[in-house]
Every structure is written in C-alpha cells, then in structure tokens.
C-alpha cells in the first residue's frame, strides 16, 4: 500500500523517518508531501495512494475525491476539524485522529503563555506570578488534565468545567469543579480552552463570558479560532481594558486586535502547540501504526466518522 505523509507544516525528520521504518516493516510505501505551497500538489499528491497521514491540512470533498484509492486517513493529532467526516463516509474511508499523542506538548505552551503575559510578553516593567492564581480549564480532556496538573505544580488554584466528565474525576485529581462556564469564568485569573471546533462550540467564547474575568484576567486559547466570536472579542478587550488574550492561532482579525491592544494580545506567528520533536514521534508514529493495524488486521481503534 502506498502511504501519503502531507504536512503542509511538516513533521521533524526523526518523525518522518520513523513512519518510514514503521511502514516498510509493514511492507508498505511512504511518500512524503510536506512544505506543500497550494492545493493543487496535494490534489496531484492523493491521486494514487491508499492511506494518508494529515497534520492540520484540510482534507476537504475535493481532495477525497481525487484520492481514488484512498481506504484511511490519520489526523496526526488532536482535532480533526479539518476532515470531511461526511464525504469520507460517504466512500467508506476511515478516518482516524491520534488522540493524547501531542498533548503534552500543547499543554507546556499554555503553561509558557501565561508566563509570557503575566511577565509582560518579557519586556521590561513590573509582572506577576502564576503562584496563588487561578486557573479555569475550559474542557477537561488529555490536555485540560496535562494543564491542571502543571498549573498546580506552579502552585495555582485549578478549576474546571466539562459537562461530559464527571465531576468526581476532576475532584480526585484536586481540580475544583465548575458548576457553570460562568461560575468559572467569574472566578478565574486565567481561562485556558482545550474544546474542539464543533457547530456547538463554534463561536461561543463571546462577551458574556470573558466579560465575567475578574480584573486582569487572561483568556489563552491553544484550541481553535474558531470557538471565539472576534467582534465581540475585541468589543470586550475594549469595554475591560485590563483583560488579556494570548493564542496559538491567529484570530481572522489579529492586525485589528494587534493595533487595537497592543501587548495586552499576542499571537503565535504560526500555530506551535504540538511543534516539538516529541509531540511530532508520538502522533506520527502513531499515525503510522494505527495505518498498519488497519490494513493487516482491519482494526478502526480512533475511527472518528462511525
Ligand atoms: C491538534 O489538534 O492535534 C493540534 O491542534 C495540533 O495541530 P498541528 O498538527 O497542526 O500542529
């Protein structure tokens, strides 16, 4: 079987050569897309391969439709926002993400935000210290929990809110419970998002909420852009001229939001939550695996498009 490796972003070389040794173990090809500048290469790319290995690249219906052959997709991560679950449905592709596999890694950059922000993006002048703040964690997953537990490493109250865990789960590992995303963002000095891109998220994060911060707050988002509706994230930064926002993904409006609030934002020039050597082995290795599990012995472990 041919296997696509597509990175527009790609993986550190001890990633790719490993899904390569994994690969040829298996008795199968990889061939390597990365740095790719438009989408016509990957639609030339797809044409005749049976599997593909995606970071955040879009695996839209056009590009399904020109890989012929294609039987499974990995989504080397996390999020698999970037998948068309229904048309890969539609043909019977599997599509499959790497849960857990760069977690840690994105939850060290949102510990390293907050230090950022608090210590004036290490500009001159007088910050603050993590110590005896508290923290809201916006979704209770593999990262939520990685961040809750460096946050109260750090000495930080660590708050939480998920509907789909169960409360005593976050209590057994020290974390408060929210009742409500209101009660956490009322009482919380940094907010940090670990929710996916979904029609349900999809625009929530708003001026209700981050209006709640008690002063100072800071809101990191290392999830999706996405989840934050950007006018009424920039009227918020308006009306509460002491509130933060620091992301890993650019917001469509960062130039306005860069102008308007000058150090109080920062953005990461591109998305680095997972870009560490590590996180790239983990998920792709991964990747690779699950790839061979499924042809030798059909296995759909992390199928996300049941
Ligand atoms: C994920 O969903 O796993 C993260 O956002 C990482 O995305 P990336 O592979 O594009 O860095």
Redesign the pocket.
Same mark, same amino acid.
């Given at each position: 079987m041919r296997i696509l490796v597509a990175t527009e972003?790609p993986f550190a070389a001890v990633a790719v050569n490993g899904i390569k040794e994994i690969a040829k173990e298996a008795g199968h090809e990889v061939v390597l897309l990365e740095k790719y500048a438009d989408k016509a290469q990957l639609l030339e790319a797809v044409a005749d391969v049976d599997a593909l290995i995606v970071?955040?690249d879009k695996v839209t219906a056009e590009v399904i439709g020109a890989a012929k052959n294609l039987k499974i997709v990995v989504r !080397?991560? !996390?999020?698999y926002d970037n998948l068309d679950l229904q048309t890969c449905t539609g043909r019977g592709i599997v599509a499959m993400n790497t849960p857990g596999q760069?977690s840690n890694a994105?939850a060290e950059l949102a510990i390293a935000m907050m230090i950022f922000m608090s210590r004036n993006q290490f500009a001159p002048g007088t910050g603050s210290e993590l110590s005896g703040k508290k923290i809201g964690i916006q979704a209770y997953g593999n990262v939520g929990k990685l961040v809750a537990r460096k946050a109260a490493a750090l000495g930080m109250q660590v708050m939480a809110y998920d509907p789909f865990v169960d409360s005593a789960v976050m209590e057994n590992d020290g974390v408060i419970p929210a009742a409500t995303l209101e009660q956490m963002y009322s009482e919380c000095n940094f907010i940090s998002l670990h929710i996916p891109a979904t029609p349900e998220t999809i625009g929530s994060i708003g001026y209700d909420l981050i209006s709640r911060m008690p002063a100072g707050g800071c809101l990191l988002n290392t999830a999706r852009k996405e989840i934050i509706n950007e006018a009424e994230l920039v009227k918020v930064l308006t009306d509460r001229p002491d509130l933060k926002y620091v992301t890993d993904i650019a917001a469509a409006c960062q130039a306005e939001l860069d102008e308007k609030f000058g150090k109080r934002v920062f953005a990461t020039p591109k998305?680095m939550? !997972?870009?560490t050597m590590e996180a790239n082995v983990n !998920?792709g290795l991964a990747a690779a695996r699950q790839i061979c599990r499924f042809f030798a012995t059909g296995c759909r472990d992390f199928q996300v498009n049941k």
């Open positions: 972003k970071r955040s !080397a991560g !996390a999020g760069n994105v998305k939550g !997972a870009e !998920a």
